[in-house]
């Protein structure tokens, strides 16, 4: 079985600054994908990162980078140069396996202050 | 790339009548769909997987004959909730994926009020 864990319900962080937003995940299978989504007040689920368990760098996608430690099994999300627009719920998860299905985390609401 | 659409945005309607939900992959060939539910305040909810063609898989604990999902081509799936009741009402969000392909793209989401 696979889990996500993200420990942090909600976090505040001054616009301009980097933030990172925690995940650990869970599982048996040697190959796997983790993934980020943002979801903001209007529910939509907006794909931000993906990173494979083979992966040798880090996955980055402008302002949003995905710190990959496997032997400590966290896939924790880093957002520089935070922005007003980023205020929203993220979403970790997995795939895993030959499940094409997603296990989500419980969600960090991130709020961006001035 | 990568856009799928969900119709209707948001839907009302009474006890005991069924709804139907679209799902539309734009841009590209989705040969996995699934549907999710998603309660406030919650994490999301897998209901089923479908592949194109073939009949949906179901999560444990959903009712296959109250949540009908069909996937008829590749770039269209529907979700059919027969004889709603009030604690159907939710916010219900489709994704797609294509053939090779991980990620999953989400559509806006189906926010369904039953009275």
């Known amino acids: 079985a696979q889990k996500i864990t993200q420990t942090q319900p909600g976090m505040f962080v001054q616009e301009k600054e980097a933030v990172t937003l925690d995940c650990t995940y869970d599982?048996?299978?040697?190959?796997?994908?983790l993934f980020w989504y943002k979801q903001p007040s209007s529910g939509e689920m907006i794909f931000l990162i993906y990173?494979?368990?083979?992966?040798?760098q880090n996955a980055t996608e402008g302002r949003y980078s995905l710190n990959f430690q496997k032997a400590r099994k966290s896939a924790n999300l880093v957002i520089s140069a935070s922005q007003l627009g980023d205020s929203a719920m993220y979403f970790c998860a997995m795939s895993g396996g030959t499940a094409s299905k997603l296990t989500f985390g419980t969600g960090t609401r991130l709020q961006v202050t001035l | 790339g990568a856009v799928v659409s969900q119709h209707p945005s948001w839907v009302i309607c009474k006890s005991g009548t069924s709804v139907k939900i679209e799902c539309r992959s734009l841009d590209f060939q989705a040969t996995t769909m699934f549907w999710y539910r998603q309660f406030p305040k919650q994490s999301l909810m897998l209901m089923a997987t479908s592949n194109e063609g073939s009949k949906a898989t179901y999560e444990q604990g959903v009712e296959k004959d109250k949540f009908l999902i069909n996937h008829a081509s590749l770039t269209l799936s529907t979700l059919t909730v027969t004889s709603a009741h009030p604690e159907d009402s939710s916010f219900y969000i489709c994704?797609?994926?294509?053939?090779?392909?991980?990620?999953?793209?989400f559509g806006p989401g189906t926010r369904l009020t039953v009275l």
């Open positions: 599982t048996s299978d040697p190959s796997y994908g």
């Open positions: 990173q494979g368990s083979y992966d040798q």
């Open positions: 994704s797609a994926r294509g053939q090779g392909v991980r990620t999953q793209y």
